[in-house]
């Protein structure tokens, strides 16, 4: 299969009016979908409504396109969230997965992948000497990993998912803030706890802190372990050392008006 890229937002989020041309360029062939729910550097959540509503103008009817929904993140984020685009089968969606180790927090690598039975039976296939259907990718699984998802699940239960959020969502916000006042270029999507920032010029303190770094630009994703005691004690060391970087005028603070949009960049020219 040929790959079409579509360019995005600066959000990150894809840009539905690209997808539109895209789209019409390549209609005699059905689409497939890689729909982000919660991109891995910017947090970014597409408009999965405006997606399949730019698929149904460009005159895609739901036999001759398949979404795949990538909720790695987010999955767990999301439906906690009031103002956000749900995502549900009730939508014509062909699947959805969601990692167990990164917003649950189980110890080792492990996912859920929802998908329509009828795909599911398109895919399975019978396995004689264990006289079962397999519908795994590789032929074989963890059945370990399963327990610690239950486990997660049960332990924090709905409430207790939904507290992890909100206090997610407002630690976020207030690094987000905190940044801001100290002029530190930075931005946060909306319905997202990652936050994006102006890389740090010292590669020791970017070490002690692994902080995710790509270019001009480092994130923060704002876990339920995360307290404010913590974002305060990276605060203050941030600000500190930023006032040796930039000393004296010398040094600038890099230009990221192209990563993080020029309402975000807090370099002297914006
Ligand atoms: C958007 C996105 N999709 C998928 C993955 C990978 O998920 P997994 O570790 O469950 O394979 C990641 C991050 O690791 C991610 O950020």
């Known amino acids: 299969m040929s790959c079409v890229n579509i360019e995005t ?10 997808l539109k041309v895209k789209l019409l360029q390549n209609k005699d062939t059905p689409a497939i979908m890689n729909i982000n729910i919660g991109t891995t550097v910017r947090g970014a959540i ?3 409504d405006l997606v399949i509503q730019t698929l149904e103008e460009c005159g895609f009817s739901h036999n001759r396109f398949y979404i795949h929904c ?5 999955g767990l984020m999301l439906p906690f969230l009031d103002k956000a685009t749900q995502v549900t089968f009730k939508k014509p969606i062909g699947s959805v997965s969601v990692s167990g180790h ?17 795909h599911i039976n398109a895919l399975s296939r019978n396995i004689e000497y264990i006289a079962s259907k397999d519908a795994t990718i590789t032929g074989s699984r963890n059945g370990h990993t399963p327990i610690f998802l239950w486990y997660a699940l049960n332990r924090k239960g709905y409430h207790g998912l939904q507290k992890d959020v909100q206090m997610c969502m407002r630690n976020a916000d207030y690094l987000k803030g905190r ?3 100290f002029g530190v270029s930075v ?20 070490r002690r802190w692994q902080l995710a ?16 005691e913590k974002l305060d004690t990276f605060l203050n060391e941030l600000v500190e050392k930023r006032l040796t970087w930039f000393k004296d005028g010398g040094n600038q603070p890099p230009c990221v008006a192209s990563e993080l949009g020029k309402e975000n960049c807090a370099c002297p020219l914006h």
């Open 213 to 228: 770094c790509e270019g001009n630009i480092a994130h923060v994703i704002v876990m339920p372990h995360v307290t404010i």
């Open 102 to 118: 990164k917003f649950l927090g189980c110890p080792m690598p492990c996912g859920v992948q929802i998908v329509r039975k009828k």
């Open 46 to 48: 597409d408009d999965l």
């Open 70 to 74: 990538d909720a790695a993140l987010f």
């Open 187 to 206: 931005m946060l999507n909306k319905l997202s706890n990652t936050v994006v920032f102006e890389r740090p010029q010292d590669e020791e303190f970017i």
């Open 9 to 18: 937002l600066a959000s990150g989020e894809i840009d539905c009016g690209e």
């Open 179 to 181: 940044l801001k006042e």
